[in-house]
């Protein structure tokens, strides 16, 4: 019979490669894990001002309605932002008239629920609004 071998650890002159920091979009990744509730645009971490249509889909088989919400980086509360109640598959699911709040970043929810009171993951952008 033959015994395992083990490889010797060799000590290395070189020190172990330093992360990068993340970058702009993996920081501002979007939380969509659910393929029926998605936004597409504007893309998070996007600075916006103004109206700004978010586009994207929701359509979840026997949707019921969908709603946003949003709050400032750090509030533990989202507010009510809009519920719409018609599936959306690729185009505008809302507009936002950001003048109603103040500059800063944010988070913004999309909530998808189905007729028997079911949801996927919300979908998840951060945004700034200047």
């Not at 998605?38 to 978010?54: D, E, K, R």
């Not at 690729?90 to 998808?112: A, K, N």
């Amino acid at each position: 019979t033959s015994l395992p071998v083990q490889a010797a650890a060799v000590p290395s002159s070189e020190s172990p490669p330093t992360p990068e920091p993340a970058s702009i979009s993996e920081r501002y990744a979007p939380q969509c894990l659910d393929p029926h509730a998605q936004i597409t645009s504007p893309h998070s971490g996007a600075v916006v001002s103004g109206i700004v249509a978010f586009k994207g889909s929701a359509d979840l088989p026997s949707l019921s309605y969908y709603k946003f919400e949003y709050r400032p980086i750090g509030d533990p509360d989202w507010r009510f932002l809009v519920e719409m109640n018609q599936q959306v598959t690729d185009g505008t699911l809302m507009e936002w008239h950001t003048y109603t709040v103040p500059s800063g970043e944010y988070e913004l929810r999309m909530t998808v629920v189905d007729q028997s009171g079911n949801y996927p993951e919300p979908c998840v952008h951060t945004v700034t609004i200047q």
